[in-house]
């Protein structure tokens, strides 16, 4: 059940303001820019490797949230923008297509691949094993989780029994990291962790500056993100644990993960793959080749 707080106005609009102006949506007040991917050649032999309905039809259908900035999240006219989104625009154009993008809900993403009504999901997707069972993942970066919390917190992300947790619905903090440290505190027989899911990361990190919530814990580029953008609000708290392989996910043992693999593995080779995580801050979770669920956990 996803759950949602309201936020006195004039509070949010405070913190919108301190947030470079994103809204509870996601979106943001600055212009999408013109992306790497607009000179970006079709790779051949990634283009030969996509299945037949696709290639005619010429439109790769990405699904996102877009609800998790800096990675996907909206712009004023409701487009997704974000360095997630840039590299998938490339590994469209690696692969000849056009992207049409389709904003959901990040729990409907993997069923609507497993039902063909998009061909890839681009969503900040922990690759796990969990998650194989349902669709492929081509791995495009190695990342990690990282709690946050208000300036001059004593929060501790390995001692947070009793504490109230924020966190994005779906992602891999709520329905793996959480429920196992509440468990460990319970076994222990202190006080449970309350989680508190929220759709978008934005209402994730109101909830720590309004004070409904004294910690959130998001992958590892998001957190950094929101403690910049709220600086002297937020601080990191913890070191990044639970590193794990982010990837765009994809039909189970289909043609198209192969396409995608080998269009990515074309971006780290021409250098446009680096260019997008360097733009991004990000570079130090950068791969050398295009890996297919390398999740190990």
């Keep these: 059940m996803k759950i949602r707080y309201a936020i006195p106005a004039l509070a949010a609009a405070a913190l919108l303001t301190l947030t470079g ?10 212009p999408k820019e013109e992306t790497p ?50 590299l998938a625009e490339a590994v469209s154009s690696k692969l000849g297509l056009t992207p049409e993008w389709e904003i959901l ?49 004593d929060v501790d992300p390995d001692n947070a029994c009793g504490l109230t947790v924020a966190v994005q619905a779906g992602t891999v903090q709520h329905t793996d990291e959480l429920p196992a440290k509440t468990k460990a505190c319970t076994d222990a027989g202190k006080e449970a962790i309350e989680i ?28 950094g993100d929101a403690v910049s953008k709220l600086d002297g609000k937020l ?31 074309s971006l780290i080779k021409d250098g446009t793959y680096l260019e997008i995580l360097t733009d991004a801050g990000i570079e130090s979770g950068a791969l050398t080749e295009a890996t297919v669920n390398a999740g190990e956990n």
């Design 105 to 153: 809900g990040f729990d409907s993403i993997i069923p609507r691949i497993q039902e063909g009504a998009l061909d890839m999901g681009s969503s900040s997707f922990t690759d796990t094993v969990e998650r194989q069972k349902s669709v492929d993942f081509v791995n495009f970066l190695n990342a990690g989780s990282l709690w946050a919390a208000p300036v001059g917190s």
């Design 37 to 86: 991917s607009a000179s970006i050649t079709a790779d051949e032999a990634a283009v030969a490797l996509l299945p037949a309905e696709i290639k005619d039809a010429g439109v790769l259908r990405i699904g996102t949230d877009a609800e998790y900035p800096p990675n996907e999240y909206k712009d004023n006219d409701g487009n997704p923008v974000g360095w997630g989104v840039d």
């Design 196 to 223: 508190l899911p929220f759709d978008g990361q934005p209402e994730v990190t109101n909830a720590v500056v309004q004070g409904q919530a004294d910690a959130f814990s998001a992958d590892l580029p998001v957190t």
């Design 21 to 30: 102006c994103t809204n509870a949506d996601g979106a943001t007040d600055t």
């Design 235 to 265: 601080e990191t708290v913890g070191e990044v644990f639970d590193a794990a392989p982010y990837g765009f996910a994809t039909q189970k043992d289909s043609e198209m993960t192969k396409a995608v693999q080998a269009a990515l593995e």
